[in-house]
């Protein structure tokens, strides 16, 4: 049996999220934080061999002593991020245990999902040496110029449930932008996690990126696909969200409700999960 590491990047700014209180991989949901609720698919399986949370260095402290017991009974491995994404992958890649084969990087703050997913895209990193979850796009896609005398898009809710709450001042406002035309949308994917990859190549992969562009790598993916590996497509479900605002806490516990039950876990879930209290 393959040996997996699974790593769990927590350790972003959370700038988009707007809690004074939690970061979002510590926001409560459904009785313990997100990043226990995603942990969980994990922990109890025999193919993963060890699980590592990657915090920003600010938190690295408070989550050893919040959550020590956690932490001690599955022994998982916390390590402190860096400056971007990438950075914080490569900090965890120098604490992966040498019996694993297999890497796999699943975000933090992604709590809902299904086991036959991930069996899904083991298996295929296993017979292909790369593999992640996605989606095909369903919506129509739009390649759209500003209008003259608009401010910047970043006033925008975006994508997220935040949007049905929005301003009415900014909802009155002249539009973003005039479509120039649409596109085909028939080979666009988006991109999820777990991405999963054989670790001979995810240590040469990362040993090789050219660091100037951390900030721009916003998947492990990206540096498979530019290092000229194949990378395959496991078909999953856009249920599986991130959280990126406080309204997505509040869909993730709608998802969880009606997702099928995982195997169950031995996972310690503690009702107080205020972690900066």
């Not at 510590?26 to 997100?34: E, H, I, K, S």
């Not at 942990?39 to 920003?56: E, P």
């Not at 806490?249 to 996972?267: D, G, H, M, S, V």
């Given at each position: 049996?393959?040996?997996f ?18 970061k ?7 009785g ?5 609720q995603t942990?969980?698919?994990?922990l109890?399986?025999k ?18 002593t919040?959550?020590?017991?956690e932490?001690?009974i599955?022994?998982?491995t ?12 490569e ?7 040498p ?6 990087v ?19 990193a296993?017979?292909?040496?790369a593999?992640?979850l ?8 739009k390649k ?14 975006g994508?997220s ?5 929005s ?40 040993a ?14 990206m ?6 590996h ?7 479900s ?13 869909l ?9 039950k995982n ?15």
């Amino acid at each position: 049996m393959a040996r997996f590491c699974v790593i769990l990047p927590a350790a972003g700014k959370s700038s988009r999220f707007g809690d004074i209180r939690y970061k979002k991989p510590f926001a409560p949901l459904n009785g313990r934080t997100v990043w226990m609720q995603t942990a969980q698919y994990f922990l109890d399986r025999k193919d993963v061999a060890q699980v590592i949370l990657v915090v920003s260095p600010e938190d690295f402290e408070e989550v050893q002593t919040r959550f020590r017991a956690e932490i001690a009974i599955h022994g998982i491995t916390v390590v402190r991020g860096g400056k971007e994404r990438a950075d914080s992958i490569e900090n965890a890649i120098c604490a992966i245990d040498p019996s694993c084969d297999l890497i796999c990087v699943h975000d933090a703050a992604r709590p809902c999902l299904m086991e036959s997913w991930i069996d899904s895209v083991f298996q295929a990193a296993e017979q292909t040496g790369a593999a992640i979850l996605a989606v095909p796009l369903a919506d129509s896609i739009k390649k759209v110029r500003e209008s003259a005398g608009t401010g910047s898009r970043a006033k925008h809710p975006g994508t997220s449930l935040d949007a049905i709450f929005s301003d009415p001042e900014i909802d009155s406002a002249p539009s973003d932008g005039i479509i120039e035309h649409s596109l085909d949308r028939s080979h666009i994917w988006r991109a999820q996690t777990p991405q999963v990859f054989r670790r001979d190549w995810f240590e040469q992969v990362y040993a090789d990126r050219p660091r100037e562009r951390s900030a721009q790598t916003t998947d492990d993916a990206m540096l498979f696909e530019q290092a000229g590996h194949p990378v395959h497509v496991v078909e999953a479900s856009s249920l599986n969200i991130k959280i990126t605002s406080k309204t997505d806490l509040q869909l993730a516990e709608a998802i969880l409700k009606i997702l099928p039950k995982n195997r169950k876990t031995n996972f310690h879930p503690f009702r107080d999960d205020d972690l900066f209290s």
